[in-house]
């Protein structure tokens, strides 16, 4: 079989932008002739089906015989967007898919396997996600959360100013303001995406001391 990747990329050397849905809560459809009225639904594998404006999320629970891990623990998502497209790959999107249908408190993991066991053959993602009262023994071990560059930059600002203000030795003084020079000159830094409105709670908003602002025009 032939692969020209050369062709390809030259084809593709003005690609369109995909237009990407803002989100919508995630609804679950039942495994029925209502819904799958050209399937057997009978022959699903998946043990539930869940789909808002822009995601198609297929649910394989630990007791699945079609999940491929035995004796197993892991809840999988396997889900791709409306369009089928690569651009299904938002971390924050995989974020709320996780919180909407296995819960806010739940760990999932993202695999990137050897080589010698990649799986690529469609635009087609997984999340497995752990039970209720498992932790991982990596990552970060608390919360902090900044909605947009203008806070990340304040936040910057603020940390450095203590950090100045606690440092107790020449050699850490300097340390700082050889820091705060570096990311003052550095234009990429502090840059963060703007957290959309669905993405942080109301309670969480309120724990945080966060508040959105609307133009008249929104």
């Given at each position: 079989?032939?692969?020209?990747?050369?062709?390809?990329?030259?084809?593709?050397?003005?690609?369109?932008?995909?237009?990407?849905?803002?989100?919508?809560?995630?609804?679950?459809?039942?495994?029925?002739?209502?819904?799958?009225?050209?399937?057997?639904?009978?022959?699903?594998?998946?043990?539930?089906?869940?789909?808002?404006?822009?995601?198609?999320?297929?649910?394989?629970?630990?007791?699945?015989?079609?999940?491929?891990?035995?004796?197993?623990?892991?809840?999988?998502?396997?889900?791709?967007?409306?369009?089928?497209?690569?651009?299904?790959?938002?971390?924050?999107?995989?974020?709320?898919?996780?919180?909407?249908?296995?819960?806010?408190?739940?760990?999932?993991?993202?695999?990137?396997?050897?080589?010698?066991?990649?799986?690529?053959?469609?635009?087609?993602?997984?999340?497995?996600?752990?039970?209720?009262?498992?932790?991982?023994?990596?990552?970060?071990?608390?919360?902090?959360?900044?909605?947009?560059?203008?806070?990340?930059?304040?936040?910057?600002?603020?940390?450095?100013?203590k950090s100045l203000e606690e440092a107790k030795t020449p050699e850490e003084k300097n340390f700082v303001i050889a820091l705060t020079e570096r990311i003052?000159?550095?234009?990429?830094?502090?840059?963060?995406?703007?957290?959309?409105?669905?993405?942080?709670?109301?309670?969480?908003?309120?724990?945080?001391?966060?508040?959105?602002?609307?133009?008249?025009?929104?």
């Amino acid at each position: 079989m032939k692969y020209n990747s050369f062709k390809k990329q030259r084809k593709s050397k003005k690609p369109k932008k995909s237009k990407k849905n803002a989100w919508t809560p995630l609804v679950r459809f039942e495994l029925t002739s209502e819904y799958f009225p050209d399937v057997d639904v009978s022959s699903l594998e998946y043990d539930e089906y869940w789909r808002n404006d822009e995601y198609i999320v297929k649910v394989y629970y630990p007791n699945n015989p079609a999940h491929q891990f035995p004796n197993n623990k892991f809840t999988w998502l396997c889900f791709r967007n409306v369009r089928n497209t690569h651009t299904a790959h938002d971390w924050r999107d995989m974020q709320m898919m996780k919180n909407e249908i296995c819960g806010e408190e739940r760990t999932a993991v993202e695999v990137f396997p050897p080589m010698s066991k990649l799986v690529d053959t469609c635009n087609q993602f997984h999340l497995w996600v752990y039970p209720e009262d498992y932790e991982l023994d990596f990552g970060y071990k608390h919360q902090h959360i900044v909605p947009n560059t203008e806070i990340a930059q304040e936040d910057t600002r603020n940390f450095l100013a203590k950090s100045l203000e606690e440092a107790k030795t020449p050699e850490e003084k300097n340390f700082v303001i050889a820091l705060t020079e570096r990311i003052a000159n550095d234009p990429t830094h502090g840059k963060q995406r703007a957290m959309p409105e669905h993405f942080l709670s109301p309670e969480l908003m309120d724990k945080l001391g966060y508040r959105y602002e609307r133009s008249d025009n929104k």
